[in-house]
């Protein structure tokens, strides 16, 4: 397998040639600045370079190349495959009513006999991506690593788009398979986050829309918690996360993170389901638990593309990283620390892109694939 | 020089190289940079401490709700249970570790007599009966301390009352364990009632109801401990078993209420008859049992005697005089060593034996009573069996008139003619015979067949208007209800006149129950009957109720006939003066057993009307009666 990065950015162009990899067995993902649905040529010009590659790409909140995040650019990581099968799908979504339709015919549509893996990229204001992470497991055997990303839209919550045709579209679902004996995927995912404040019962919400916790509006409490910060939702709600519990004797935990306020009917959505009936406490941030909990998810995923025999095999590695936009928003200018932290945690060779996204997609532990919020997710691709 | 990391990038970002110094444009970047990092630190840690403040209020208030609610769900809950142990009908106390009552519900305060204000934090044993059961108390709290986890147990005590007067309870105490806090819970329930109830059903268990004897069970209890001691000390244990006789008959004639009556009086005998120690039981019916703990044989039978005579002092029930007999017996593991059932089983033989031996007597019990018993069991069943085949023949002993030596009358006399034991005599069958009740019909089929015998011999004899006939009657008998019809039937179907048929009762059976023979015999002499004393003087020889009686004929027994011969001055006297008691009372006198002829002129001496006995005749069968009239009416007379 061999492997290529590049960046774009406004005024500079390509840092390099791009499109030396193309084939029928190359994977490229790609991740921009939502600027660039208005400005569509570098988006152009990568399908151009990359005729008969599998392309999959989105809208981002902030995309880094290696150690390095830059905005109004456009990140690309390609890798050409020896002999693994490739497979591409794009599927459009009307609704988040829809999602776990659309996971279930991503599924079917890579179906191979000895399909490996998947990686997802999807709209991420109109997709329920519980329901699209449950509609793909529900296809795809137990041993098929599922992991991805929603797109975004820097802080705004307006419009993402993914990559389509050459062009940017809103309401599509895309996913590469990787099938074959020979690819090998890594996965790895952690927050850092720390609850605080008490736990609150789930009085009122529909799917992913919270209305009240403890027969109080959700929006309230966010807002006074918030105070002067509470003019910036619902980004700034981003700052504090909703862990979620199912029951009170189930230790298993989801971290949530809003999409949107509404101030009419106080209400907050989720990127993912918060059901009536769990428990739901606050979180906040600590810088150096991020920066870890970057570290570890990177460690983790790193170790399963890594010969256990021969850890310095210099096997060329593409990781693919998504993170939370919550967290850049905490991390504010320190935010590269935990790209770098990450990147540092790679086998070597390898190279690392990524972007800041409305949600990530990954197995929880040695379960299926879920949604996840306010994580660092890697996914190391390598063939041997 | 080592910068921050976040500074170092900063300053790779603007391509500034700290060692070669700072541009003019380069710093403005730099510090923009710079002032924007402090910015968001400020901005983080406003958030940091606005959230810890509101989160700190939050569950303060959260705290404070909880502690509000949590009180007034308290003091709701406190007076829900405080009315739900006040409902309780069971008294509950709980107590602290060391057993000092905490709470003490209102079905306790009933119970005790305490308020529970008197009784909070006093120990739990003041509500015991001192001594042992306050010990047990707090070896039941012991036992609970002792156990690791929540526990129950349940104990009977004896409770005290504020007024110092006992009574049962049963406790049912477990212990809870709130972290390091012990607490006892005691469920406690009067059992006053039920323990009574429980006595009461123990003693209806164990006692007679109607006498208040001791049962069957009881007796067995004791009798199986009596013998367990006596096999370890070698001491006697004896069992006497008494009947009365003729019970059934007082009974039916009588009624159950006089009957038991009649039984609760013997029973207040028997408790006399013993001593304390021993054990006088009612098995059933008329059936007593004495049980003799460490008594010898000596002892035992001293005792039979004893309760022998208690019986035969006549009873008064109801204004009523009634005599009774009893059967009395006796057995003992002296000789051999018996269970319980061994030894109830001889003390009933030996009473057979002695009902067998003609009753009013006590027997001691002999091994060979049990071969008597079984023979005497065939021959009950044989007996059935000879009414139904007529193995039953009757035999006639005439009676002389001493004047004129001619045959006054006949008497019927039964005879049993076994097909394997030949010609059985009525000693042998006719205690059976009343046993059994086979009695009645035997004397049924004796009147009829007798009086039916009589007008046979009448009808040859047209010119002898005297001749009659003597029936036996036999105590249950002259009871039964049938008994009148019997005979006016009897005389109605054979055409006999009345005069001619003389019914024989014995003395105790006229003295059985007088109101009722009073009224029977008033019957009987109102068909027109005549009647006699059989067997004179051998019973309680009453002679004020003789007087009552309306009977025409006395027949001295042939005891007394024999002593004329073995005694000649005492019998003499004794014959004389009940001849002469006869007379004055103008009744015929009839003397049994004449054997020679010294007694029979003795007797004509003494004006003896009628005698009877082997000196004239045997009793014989009817064909040889026959003969004996026929030689009469021949005109050979008998010496």
């Not at chain 1, 720390?194 to 799917?207: L, Q």
């Not at chain 2, 364990?177 to 469920?187: L, P, Q, T, W």
């Not at chain 2, 009461?200 to 208040?212: I, K, M, R, S, Y």
């Amino acid at each position: 397998m061999e492997t290529a990065t590049h960046g774009w950015e406004p005024g500079a162009g390509w840092s390099e040639p791009i499109g030396a990899l193309d084939s029928d067995t190359t994977v490229v993902v790609a991740f921009g600045d939502p600027a660039l649905r208005d400005r569509t040529d570098p988006v152009r010009e990568l399908f151009d370079a990359y005729p008969r590659s599998h392309i999959v790409g989105c809208s981002t909140s902030g995309q880094f190349r290696d150690a390095t995040l830059s905005d109004g650019s456009l990140i690309v990581g390609a890798a050409r495959f020896e002999s693994t099968h490739v497979a591409s799908v794009h599927i459009p979504i009307g609704s988040a009513d829809d999602s776990f339709r659309a996971g279930t015919a991503l599924a079917r549509a890579l179906a191979h006999d000895d399909l490996r893996a998947v990686f997802v990229v999807s709209d991420g204001l109109c997709v329920n991506g519980s329901e699209l992470a449950r509609g793909i497991s529900s296809v795809v055997s137990e041993d098929v690593v599922v992991t991805g990303g929603l797109a975004a839209d820097g802080d705004r919550f307006d419009s993402t788009w993914l990559m389509i045709d050459g062009g940017p579209r809103s309401g599509f679902v895309s996913a590469i398979g990787l099938s074959g004996a020979r690819v090998q995927v890594g996965h790895g995912s952690r927050g850092g986050w720390d609850k605080f404040g008490p736990e609150r019962f789930v009085t009122r919400s529909e799917a992913n829309v919270l209305y009240e916790l403890d027969g109080r509006p959700a929006l309230e409490i966010y807002r006074s918690y918030l105070g002067d910060l509470a003019d910036g939702l619902p980004a700034t709600a981003l700052l504090f996360p909703l862990a979620l519990r199912d029951d009170f004797d189930d230790d298993k935990q989801l971290v949530r993170t809003v999409l949107a306020v509404d101030e009419a009917a106080q209400s907050m959505t989720f990127a993912g389901d918060v059901p009536e009936g769990s428990f739901a406490q606050l979180m906040h941030a600590n810088f150096d638990r991020l920066v870890g909990g970057a570290s570890d998810a990177a460690g983790a995923a790193a170790r399963m593309v890594t010969d256990r025999w021969l850890p310095d095999s210099h096997r060329d590695t593409l990781a693919i990283a998504v993170s939370c936009v919550g967290r850049r928003l905490v991390l504010g200018q320190r935010v590269e620390d935990e790209i770098e932290a990450a990147f540092d945690r790679l086998p070597h060779p390898s190279r690392q892109v990524g972007f800041y996204s409305y949600g990530e997609l990954s197995p929880a532990g040695d379960g299926p694939c879920e949604l996840h919020n306010q994580t660092m997710t890697l996914t190391t691709i390598a063939e041997v | 020089m080592e910068l921050h990391r976040l500074l170092a990038r900063q300053l790779r970002r603007l391509g500034i190289d700290p060692a070669q110094g700072i541009g003019a444009g380069q710093l403005g970047a730099l510090l923009t940079r710079v002032s924007a990092t402090y910015e968001e630190a400020d901005q983080d840690r406003y958030l940091v401490e606005r959230s810890l403040e509101i989160s700190t209020r939050e569950m303060r208030q959260l705290y404070d709700e909880l502690e509000r609610s949590s009180e007034t769900a308290l003091a709701s809950q406190r007076d829900q249970l405080r009315s739900i142990l006040d409902s309780a009908a069971e008294g509950i106390i709980t107590m602290n570790a060391t057993g000092h009552i905490e709470t003490f519900n209102r079905a306790a305060e009933k119970m005790f007599g305490w308020s529970a204000a008197q009784v909070d934090g006093r120990d739990v044993s003041e509500l015991l009966i001192d001594g042992f059961e306050s010990e047990r108390a707090s070896a039941l709290l012991a036992q609970l301390i002792d156990r690791s986890g929540p526990g129950t147990d349940t104990a009977t005590l004896e409770g005290r009352r504020r007024d110092g007067s006992k009574f049962p309870i049963e406790v049912s105490a477990s212990l809870m364990r709130r972290g390091e806090a012990s607490k006892y819970v005691a469920i406690v329930r009067d059992v006053s009632e039920r323990v009574r109830l429980q006595q009461a059903l123990e003693h209806q268990a164990f006692h007679d109801d109607l006498t208040g004897l001791a049962n069957r069970a009881l007796l067995r209890d004791r009798l199986d401990h009596a013998l367990a001691r006596s096999r370890r000390h070698a001491a006697t244990v004896a069992v006497i078993f008494a009947d009365l006789d003729g019970f059934k008959m007082i009974n039916d004639t009588l009624g159950h209420d006089t009957g038991d009556l009649l039984l609760a009086e013997v029973a207040r005998r028997l408790r006399y008859s013993v001593r304390d120690g021993d054990t006088a039981a009612r098995l059933g019916g008329d059936e007593f049992a004495i049980l003799l703990d460490e008594a010898t044989p000596e002892e035992a039978e001293a005792a039979a005697h004893r309760i022998l005579d208690s019986l035969r002092e006549p009873f008064s029930v109801e204004g009523r005089e009634i005599f009774v007999r009893s059967s009395i017996g006796v057995a003992d593991n002296h000789a051999d060593a018996l269970d319980a059932d061994e030894l109830l089983c001889r003390a009933d033989i030996a009473m057979y034996a002695a009902k067998a031996r003609g009753r009013d007597r006590y027997e001691v019990f002999e091994p060979q009573m049990q071969a008597e018993l079984a023979a005497r069991h065939e021959l009950q069943s044989d007996l059935r069996q000879a009414l139904r085949a007529e193995e039953l023949v009757i035999h006639y002993q005439p009676l002389i008139n001493l004047d004129s030596g001619r045959i006054e009358s006949f008497e019927a006399l039964v005879r049993w003619n076994h097909p394997t034991r030949g010609l059985v005599g009525p000693n042998d069958f006719i205690p059976i015979a009343e046993e059994t009740g086979l009695i009645v019909p035997i004397g049924r089929h004796v009147l009829r067949a007798a009086c039916a015998q009589l007008m046979g011999w009448r009808a040859g004899r047209p010119d002898d208007d005297e001749l009659a006939i003597g029936v036996n009657v036999s105590s249950q008998q002259l009871h039964d209800a049938h008994f009148l019809a019997d005979v006016r039937d009897t005389l109605r179907e054979t055409g006999l006149a009345a005069r001619h048929l003389v019914l024989e009762l014995t003395e105790s059976t006229l003295l059985s129950d007088t109101t009722l023979v009073q009224q029977r015999l008033g019957a009987l002499k109102t068909l027109g009957v005549r009647l006699a004393i059989d067997d004179f003087g051998t019973g309680y020889s009453s002679l004020a109720y003789l007087r009552t009686f309306p009977v025409d004929f006395l027949k001295i027994d042939r005891t007394f006939v024999n002593e004329v011969s073995r005694q000649p001055d005492q019998g003499r006297v004794m014959v004389r003066s009940i001849i002469g008691l006869g007379h004055n009372l103008s009744l015929t006198v009839i003397a049994e057993g004449i054997e020679d002829t010294d007694q029979l002129n003795e007797l004509r001496d003494a004006g003896c009307n009628i005698g009877q006995g082997y000196l004239f005749a045997r009793p014989v069968p009817p064909e040889a009666a026959s003969e004996l009239l026929e030689e009469q009416s021949l005109g050979v007379t008998t010496r």
